[in-house]
């Protein structure tokens, strides 16, 4: 199938069937396209928490107002932001450069600089916006891989966030959790998959200049 083909075929999947799993090569795969996500200054100013256990994904369905793929889908995946963006973060960011470039580091100092002076202008509220829309990046690279990839999955956002830091400990890591989506198989009974999918006329969608 062409990409359009595939993304026609995907939907928010709202019924996983609980007995079909990814394979260890179809997660790896689909983690390294999301590892290739764009983002500004190529910061990735987020993480990506992979979630399998079981008795935490009980916890967290119940903070997700007891939405069934929490703990139906094969793996449950979590996109969330870095809270202590700062001139640390991103000296271990230009010292990864340079290693991964075979640069030395003083060719960099320049990028340093204007990646330090964009950020000292932001309030924390600010920052952790920034790199919410990079996380948000990074879902639209999952979900158009997963469909590539035959995959479904399913980006959810009606869940308590306190409550999803709370039990992954993520305030002690620096995280904060951004948007989480579902990765599987789909469900034969699920209707959601035999509907139409509905979108915009292109023409009231697009605009040419």
Same mark, same amino acid.
């Given at each position: 199938? #062409?990409?359009?083909?595939?993304?026609?075929?995907?939907?928010?999947?709202?019924?996983? =069937? *609980?007995?079909?799993?990814?394979?260890?090569?179809?997660?790896?795969?689909?983690?390294?396209?999301? *590892?290739?996500?764009?983002? #500004?200054?190529?910061?990735?100013?987020?993480?990506?928490?992979?979630?399998?256990?079981?008795?935490?994904?009980?916890?967290?369905?119940?903070?997700?107002?007891?939405?069934?793929?929490? $703990? =139906?889908?094969?793996?449950?995946?979590?996109?969330?932001?870095?809270?202590?963006?700062?001139?640390?973060?991103?000296?271990?960011?230009?010292? *990864?450069?340079?290693?991964?470039?075979?640069?030395? !580091?003083?060719?960099?100092? &320049?990028?340093?600089?204007?990646?330090? #002076?964009?950020?000292?202008?932001? $309030?924390?509220?600010?920052?952790?916006?920034?790199?919410?829309?990079?996380?948000?990046?990074?879902? &639209?690279?999952?979900?158009?891989?997963?469909?590539?990839? &035959?995959?479904?999955?399913?980006?959810?956002?009606?869940?308590?966030?306190?409550?999803? =830091?709370?039990?992954? &400990?993520?305030?002690?890591?620096?995280?904060? $959790?951004?948007?989480?989506?579902?990765?599987?198989? !789909?469900?034969?009974?699920?209707?959601?998959?035999?509907?139409?999918?509905? !979108?915009?006329?292109?023409?009231?969608?697009?605009? *040419?200049?």
């Amino acid at each position: 199938m #062409s990409l359009i083909d595939k993304l026609n075929w995907r939907y928010a999947t709202k019924k996983f =069937d *609980h007995t079909k799993k990814l394979s260890p090569a179809q997660l790896d795969e689909l983690l390294k396209a999301v *590892h290739l996500s764009p983002s #500004s200054a190529g910061l990735q100013s987020y993480k990506v928490i992979v979630v399998e256990d079981h008795a935490t994904r009980e916890k967290l369905r119940e903070a997700a107002n007891g939405q069934s793929q929490i $703990t =139906d889908a094969s793996q449950l995946i979590i996109l969330a932001s870095e809270t202590n963006l700062d001139e640390a973060y991103v000296k271990n960011y230009i010292d *990864h450069v340079a290693k991964t470039r075979q640069i030395g !580091r003083e060719n960099l100092e &320049g990028f340093e600089q204007m990646i330090n #002076s964009n950020v000292s202008k932001l $309030t924390e509220e600010q920052k952790l916006n920034w790199s919410n829309k990079q996380a948000y990046i990074a879902l &639209g690279v999952l979900l158009t891989s997963a469909a590539e990839l &035959g995959i479904d999955a399913c980006p959810m956002e009606g869940f308590n966030a306190a409550k999803f =830091d709370e039990i992954l &400990g993520l305030k002690e890591k620096g995280l904060s $959790t951004t948007v989480i989506a579902t990765i599987g198989f !789909r469900s034969e009974d699920d209707g959601y998959s035999k509907l139409a999918k509905v !979108r915009k006329p292109e023409e009231e969608m697009f605009i *040419h200049i």
